[in-house]
């Protein structure tokens, strides 16, 4: 965290005289992207392509940027010999999602196919890929985003098999905004960018740049990279990344299921106070979302409290890395069951 936003508001709302009881009051803020970023990103791949394995996994892990693999089950074996290069994605931070057992169009597909593409394909990616998370998925052709009764039932059934879904070119802006999701249904249909072979790095640069300004959430696309179809060649792929590392203090880099769980925590996130004495502070942040092992995404608070008094803050045993400033300190922590301590001097 380089900085805390809202500090101003904070010590607006803090500078009137205020009587001892209202202290009990928190004041504090969820960011809307971790560590107070202005927006959020995410990078994923299609389909389980060689190239997306062979040349764009390295360039993506020597800037540090953690990715989103979409990939189609039945695929793999033809296409990569082996499951080798999507367990070492793994081992290094990158998403392994589904995109399905065999790329069907979902919305022309009987609704207990539909059942076993979504079971079968989290069955076989959980027993390769031991550990990898929540599962999230990219629906095959883009087809799941849109109003239509068939495509309503598609995402019906998604509900029960993945946190959320990626869908393709479903409403104007290449970028979800902010507020994009109003219903649980909006989740199952998160907005991405088409990279397509004929991009231009300008087209790239530009969406980049309104993401960041709107505050929202950029999902590009990918198909080949050098190699494959759809393809971006590995000098145009390496400029985007050129391109997003630049903006690296502006933009949370993250795979598409991290960013989708912050988003869900933080809008129904709330932080209250257990108990205080004058030493310590434990806090309860919790969120209403069912499942504490799947929604695990740390969020970054930025609490109104006098910083210099603050000796550490820990939670489930554990410090947390805190940014004091003024009469704020900012910290990562996730919400659930476990409680936040503040340690005063
Ligand atoms: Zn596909």
Known sequence: ??????????????????????????????????????????????????????????????????????????????????????????????????????????????ADSIHWQFAESNKIIAEKVPGRGTPTLAYPYGDGGNATDSEQMVRNIAQGYFTGARATRNNQLPYNAYDFAQTADDYYKVNSDMIADSASIGSFVRHLDETILAGGWYVPTYHGIENGWIIVKKDAFAKQLAEIDTRKKDIWIAPFGEVLKYHKERNCATLQVVSRTKHCLTLALSDTLMNDTVYNQPLTISLNINAHRVVNIQQAGKPLKLEAQGNTVCFNAVPGKQPITITKR
């Open 1 to 110: 965290m380089r900085h805390c936003r809202y500090l101003f508001l904070l010590i607006l709302l803090y500078t009137a005289p205020v009587a001892e009881a209202q202290h009990a009051k928190l004041n504090y803020t969820i960011a809307h992207w971790m560590d107070n970023k202005k927006a959020a990103l995410s990078l994923t791949f299609d389909d389980a392509i060689n190239g997306q394995f062979t040349v764009a996994l390295p360039m993506l892990n020597s800037y540090g940027f953690r990715a989103t693999f979409f990939i189609i089950t039945s695929f793999v074996q033809p296409q990569l010999k082996s499951w080798q290069p999507i367990t070492d994605a793994a081992n290094v931070g990158h998403e392994i999602a589904s995109h399905t057992v065999t790329h069907p169009f979902l919305h022309k597909t009987p």
